[in-house]
């Protein structure tokens, strides 16, 4: 599962100019063998997760 959240028109994404933040998955449940909830918790980063080269 990869999220992208756009904006009403869908035609721009509405985080661009946000900091990089990791998810940490803190719950997840399923409902009727299909339906998933999952809860994240945000966390800021302060570098890109895989580094820089340069």
Sequence with gaps: MFPVITGAT???RIYD???DVAL?????????GS???VEYRPRVLEHPPLGTTG
């Excluded at 803190?26 to 409902?31: A, W």
Aim: net charge negative.
């Design 17 to 19: 100019g946000y900091p």
């Design 35 to 37: 339906i998933q909830l």
């Design 24 to 32: 940490q998955m803190i719950d997840g449940r399923t409902f009727d």
């Design 10 to 12: 869908g035609a721009e």
